[in-house]
């Protein structure tokens, strides 16, 4: 155990500069040495959104910023970038460079902020931690920052919900996840900030983030610090769902936890959800003679390797609703420790009479070690990213793609959220499948 | 030029090396003359965007290497992107004979905070030992990062170390982000430990053994090649590491492209007396002749190359003819690599084609080698000055400043990125992947067809312009594009 990563599907705390890209209008500032942008970018690919990858500014602190500090370099970068880019907010990550060597970029950015200009820092050189953590600095840094602003005099909305889920380009399905997440709880009733993607309404609807009357976290543990920071700061309590929830059970069981949590209208959720298993099993219904009958073979078994939160969530969607059993599964998000007990019990929950083996370990080129040993009897499935392709064709399994990074697949607004991305996830499974037939 | 020391564990940067410069603001003669008179001077960006960095450079000298690991000894996120070169060693490798391209093997040591402050000597040490357990590779490569560099640790005694007790190559390639703000400096260093510790002095001479220096283009060589009695050794990409430890044996190396390979062949020449080919590459008619009589001096090949020459312009003149009447008085914007843009630009004024002005990334004065021929000067000299030729590190604000002003038939991009601000403002745009398309006189017919085939098919770039989204502001396109360039005298009028 020397603590080595293979083939990452992760990267470092400035990756977070993707979760900026994604508020619309919004631009990252990099204070890091050249390249941390450009790796970034790609590790994501086709990623740039408003202004990241090339178009991001950066200081490319060289030598000269580490030997003598880079913090005039930064202010001059800051000014640039707000004579040359157009933008609702800029949001100043630093890199291991300025980490290391100690810049007070704090004091930099606040010069800005004092002339009342839309701009905040965060602190995010790739050792201090992964992006999935980082993610929570950036929005906490957004927040208290610059949103805090336009807390003072705000009244509580009693309809209007925060909501933490996808991470944007870590899930592939980021996009699609947080429509369909908007879509269903604007159905029962709410008003939702997403916050991220072309749903959302930028910065003025991070604004007023302090007005919600409370936040839905749909994780396991990632963001899990924003929600609690919001609690301690506005006072707002927050409804945790423990996995992405796919398919007709576990997007029932979201939306009536939901319901019991905030008091919703109890009718109006039912009679959405039956509105909803009506499209859904419709189709179930109509695949399942495909499913039972199809004579020249369909995978039997999976194996996920991905992040805690489609883990779980595919397992119980997979085994429930479309018939295939997962056998090893691998998280390979660096899941802290403290979580990973609630995280097994959770994939426990999947089935009272079988056993799901789970292992937590970002060393990816461990799992492909561990699933080249193993043989089950049937044809099987691996869902998980780019990596994975070669693997899959080594063990003969039917492959998708599913998660960072992904070469081999193009996602733009696809979804596996929620009941239309059950069904979304069922195409490309058996879309796959099929394609294997000449 | 420089002198070639593989005692040292790490390789000067081009600014130090070569004194290269990424800003400039000019005509092409001007900078070949400044370059000459030694007058050349670095222009620094008051605002600047992201540029790419030697790690990333350096790995792609030693990733495709068939039977290599690799360790990026750092934070996570320096081996970002590296996946790519698994990607490409996969699905290119039917263009390189390779049938059953083998996964890559591509780690991390995954520096934590506590390495930051206790060092990371123990976990890279520990780290080299399991990957040579989990991949029997034949070397292990360890490219260091920003973070490794300057908290200090001790990469060369780590190396040096675990070599002794494994008994295969690790090598240890020192290529720091923050160390230089020419990525292209990523290659040397891979290549210099590749000099050091895999090519071994030569036993043997195989005089029909030619060193192609090159990227993962298409095997063309073995063809053009095997027409004068010579065979390719491509490195490093899809080469072997005992394929690597033989190219001391070759009779002469070329090179695709000199900004790539400059280093690598001037060790080759000065350490294990293999000749590089000193003329630029053969991109253009002009240089392309000049190269392969070069080669056929080295290699005493004199009479095949002329053979070769006539029966390569009796196959390719009268297309290459056709193609300068129909793309003659097109004007285009060149934006790629030093001396690949060079090529680029040549090849546009042999199809007849009018350079309005190029964006090239970085400008090296001189080559490694003595005696290596500046493909710019060669450019300026075979087909006229470039009048807007500046030199811009993929300073992508500068680019669509340019390209508002000068509106361009089409635009030539090699690297990513670039051709999207063509393809928004409504401008054909092209950029080619593999280097060895415009090479020779098949090369010229090659790109002629594309472009001709770009400037025609415009429908998606006037629509994509018609909704394009542009971050950059209306004061931003009016100014002066070099506006931020330091040391400017004055704002002058474009």
């Known amino acids: 155990?020397?603590?080595?990563?293979?083939?990452?599907?992760?990267?470092?705390?400035?990756?977070?500069?993707?979760?900026?890209?994604?508020?619309?209008?919004?631009?990252?500032?990099?204070?890091?040495?050249?390249?941390?942008?450009?790796?970034?970018?790609?590790?994501?690919?086709?990623?740039?959104?408003?202004?990241?990858?090339?178009?991001?500014?950066?200081?490319?602190?060289?030598?000269?910023?580490?030997?003598?500090?880079?913090?005039?370099?930064l202010r001059k970068v800051i000014l640039g970038a707000s004579q040359v880019l157009d933008s609702d907010l800029q949001v100043v990550l630093t890199g291991c460079t300025a980490g290391i060597v100690g810049d007070d970029v704090g004091r930099?950015?606040?010069?800005?902020?004092?002339?009342?200009?839309?701009?905040?820092?965060?602190?995010?050189?790739?050792?201090?931690?992964?992006?999935?953590?980082?993610?929570?600095?950036?929005?906490?840094?957004?927040?208290?920052?610059?949103?805090?602003?336009?807390?003072?005099?705000?009244?509580?909305?009693?309809?209007?919900?925060?909501?933490?889920?996808?991470?944007?380009?870590?899930?592939?399905?980021?996009?699609?996840?947080?429509?369909?997440?908007?879509?269903?709880?604007?159905?029962?009733?709410?008003?939702?900030?997403?916050?991220?993607?072309?749903?959302?309404?930028?910065?003025?609807?991070?604004?007023?983030?302090?007005?919600?009357?409370?936040?839905?976290?749909?994780?396991?543990?990632?963001?899990?610090?924003?929600?609690?920071?919001?609690?301690?700061?506005?006072?707002?309590?927050?409804?945790?769902?423990?996995?992405?929830?796919?398919?007709?059970?576990?997007?029932?069981?979201?939306?009536?936890?939901?319901?019991?949590?905030?008091?919703?209208?109890?009718?109006?959720?039912?009679?959405?959800?039956?509105?909803?298993?009506?499209?859904?099993?419709?189709?179930?219904?109509?695949?399942?003679?495909?499913?039972?009958?199809?004579?020249?073979?369909?995978?039997?078994?999976?194996?996920?390797?991905?992040?805690?939160?489609?883990?779980v969530g595919m397992a119980k969607f997979l085994l429930h609703e479309v018939g295939i059993i997962p056998r090893e599964q691998f998280i390979v998000d660096n899941t802290p420790e403290a979580f990973q007990a609630?995280?097994?019990?959770?994939?426990?929950?999947?089935?009272?009479?079988?056993?799901?083996?789970?292992?937590?370990?970002?060393?990816?080129?461990?799992?492909?070690?561990?699933?080249?040993?193993?043989?089950?009897?049937?044809?099987?499935?691996?869902?998980?990213?780019?990596?994975?392709?070669?693997?899959?064709?080594?063990?003969?399994?039917?492959?998708?793609?599913?998660?960072a990074p992904s070469p081999y697949r193009l996602v733009l607004t696809t979804g596996y959220l929620g009941f239309r991305g059950g069904l979304r996830l069922i195409e490309d499974i058996y879309g796959q499948v099929l394609a294997t037939y000449r | 030029m420089s002198i070639i020391d593989l005692r040292s564990p790490s390789v000067e940067v081009r600014e130090n090396r070569l004194g290269s410069i990424t800003g400039f603001e000019g005509s092409a003669s001007e900078l070949v003359g400044c370059s000459q008179r030694g007058s050349l001077g670095e222009r620094n960006r008051s605002f600047s965007q992201c540029l790419?960095?030697?790690?990333?450079?350096?790995?792609?000298?030693?990733?495709?290497?068939?039977?290599?690991?690799?360790?990026?000894?750092?934070?996570?996120?320096?081996?970002?992107?590296?996946?790519?070169?698994?990607?490409?060693?996969?699905?290119n490798g039917v263009h390189r004979g390779l049938e059953h391209p083998t996964q890559r093997r591509i780690f991390s040591t995954n520096l934590e905070e506590r390495d930051t402050v206790f060092g990371g000597n123990q976990k890279l040490a520990d780290g080299i030992r399991e990957v040579h357990q989990r991949t029997a590779a034949k070397a292990i490569f360890i490219i260091t990062t920003c973070a490794s560099g300057i908290i200090g640790d001790d990469v060369e005694g780590v190396a040096a170390e675990a070599e002794a007790e494994l008994g295969v190559p690790v090598v240890a390639i020192f290529c720091e982000g923050f160390r230089s703000r020419i990525w292209t400096s990523g290659f040397d260093a891979g290549y210099h430990g590749i000099a050091r510790k895999l090519i071994k002095p030569a036993t043997r001479k195989q005089p029909d053994l030619v060193n192609v220096i090159n990227f993962w283009g298409t095997d063309i060589f073995s063809g053009l090649l095997g027409r004068i009695g010579l065979r390719p050794n491509y490195i490093t990409p899809y080469a072997t590491v005992a394929g690597i430890a033989q190219s001391s044996e070759a009779v002469v190396t070329i090179q695709i492209c000199p900004t790539l390979g400059s280093y690598l062949g001037a060790a080759l020449e000065q350490v294990h007396g293999v000749p590089e080919i000193k003329a630029p590459p053969p991109y253009g008619i002009r240089a392309t002749d000049r190269w392969w009589r070069e080669l056929g001096a080295l290699t005493g090949r004199q009479a095949e190359v002329e053979t070769l020459l006539q029966?390569?312009?009796?196959?390719?003149?009268?297309?290459?003819?056709?193609?300068?009447?129909?793309?003659?008085?097109?004007?285009?914007?060149?934006?790629?690599?030093?001396?690949?843009?060079?090529?680029?630009?040549?090849?546009?004024?042999?199809?007849?084609?009018?350079?309005?002005?190029?964006?090239?990334?970085?400008?090296?004065?001189?080559?490694?080698?003595?005696?290596?021929?500046?493909?710019?000067?060669?450019?300026?000299?075979?087909?006229?000055?470039?009048?807007?030729?500046?030199?811009?590190?993929?300073?992508?604000?500068?680019?669509?400043?340019?390209?508002?002003?000068?509106?361009?038939?089409?635009?030539?991009?090699?690297?990513?990125?670039?051709?999207?601000w063509g393809a928004k403002l409504g401008i054909p745009s092209l950029l080619i992947g593999d280097e060895h398309f415009g090479m020779g006189y098949q090369g010229l017919v090659n790109y002629g067809e594309r472009l001709l085939e770009t400037l025609e098919n415009d429908e998606f770039v006037k629509n994509l312009?018609?909704?394009?989204?542009?971050?950059?502001?209306?004061?931003?396109?009016?100014?002066?594009?070099?506006?931020f360039l330091e040391g400017k005298a004055h704002v002058g009028n474009h």
């Not at chain 2, 790419?52 to 934070?75: E, K, R, W, Y």
């Open chain 1, 1 to 73: 155990m020397s603590g080595i990563i293979e083939q990452e599907r992760y990267t470092c705390a400035i990756g977070a500069m993707q979760t900026v890209t994604a508020i619309k209008r919004a631009i990252p500032i990099l204070h890091s040495g050249p390249g941390c942008g450009t790796m970034v970018s790609g590790f994501f690919e086709r990623a740039k959104g408003y202004a990241g990858g090339s178009t991001a500014p950066c200081t490319n602190s060289g030598e000269n910023e580490v030997v003598f500090g880079g913090e005039e370099k």
């Open chain 1, 108 to 311: 930099v950015v606040k010069a800005f902020q004092d002339q009342g200009r839309p701009i905040v820092h965060v602190e995010t050189p790739g050792f201090k931690c992964n992006n999935y953590v980082s993610h929570s600095s950036v929005v906490q840094a957004i927040i208290d920052q610059y949103v805090d602003h336009f807390a003072r005099g705000r009244t509580s909305n009693p309809r209007l919900v925060n909501v933490f889920a996808s991470l944007p380009y870590q899930d592939p399905f980021w996009k699609g996840n947080l429509a369909e997440l908007k879509r269903i709880l604007e159905a029962v009733g709410l008003q939702v900030n997403i916050l991220f993607g072309p749903d959302s309404g930028g910065v003025e609807e991070w604004k007023t983030i302090p007005e919600a009357a409370f936040n839905i976290l749909v994780s396991p543990w990632y963001g899990l610090e924003i929600v609690e920071h919001l609690e301690a700061k506005y006072g707002q309590r927050f409804y945790q769902f423990p996995h992405i929830p796919i398919g007709g059970n576990e997007t029932a069981r979201f939306l009536r936890g939901l319901a019991g949590f905030a008091g919703l209208d109890q009718a109006r959720v039912e009679a959405f959800i039956a509105r909803e298993e009506q499209g859904f099993y419709e189709e179930i219904d109509n695949l399942a003679t495909f499913l039972l009958e199809f004579r020249y073979g369909l995978p039997g078994y999976v194996h996920v390797i991905h992040d805690a939160s489609y883990v």
């Open chain 1, 342 to 403: 609630g995280i097994r019990a959770e994939l426990a929950t999947t089935s009272s009479k079988r056993t799901i083996p789970l292992t937590f370990d970002p060393d990816a080129g461990k799992a492909q070690e561990v699933i080249r040993g193993l043989q089950h009897p049937g044809r099987g499935l691996l869902i998980g990213s780019g990596w994975d392709k070669h693997l899959a064709q080594e063990r003969g399994l039917d492959f998708l793609s599913a998660s």
């Open chain 2, 52 to 91: 790419g960095c030697s790690t990333s450079n350096a790995a792609c000298t030693v990733i495709l290497i068939q039977d290599a690991a690799v360790i990026s000894h750092g934070p996570v996120g320096c081996s970002g992107c590296l996946h790519e070169y698994a990607f490409t060693y996969r699905v």
């Open chain 2, 311 to 420: 029966e390569e312009k009796a196959e390719h003149l009268p297309r290459i003819a056709e193609l300068r009447s129909q793309l003659a008085g097109k004007s285009a914007y060149v934006t790629a690599g030093a001396a690949h843009g060079h090529a680029l630009v040549a090849i546009l004024r042999e199809l007849g084609m009018r350079v309005t002005g190029a964006a090239v990334f970085h400008h090296d004065p001189v080559y490694d080698n003595a005696g290596a021929a500046d493909s710019l000067e060669a450019v300026v000299q075979d087909h006229g000055d470039i009048p807007k030729y500046n030199v811009c590190n993929k300073q992508e604000f500068e680019l669509v400043n340019l390209l508002v002003r000068q509106r361009p038939d089409v635009l030539l991009a090699r690297h990513g990125g670039m051709t999207l």
């Open chain 2, 465 to 483: 312009a018609r909704h394009a989204i542009n971050p950059y502001t209306d004061w931003w396109l009016k100014q002066d594009p070099y506006l």
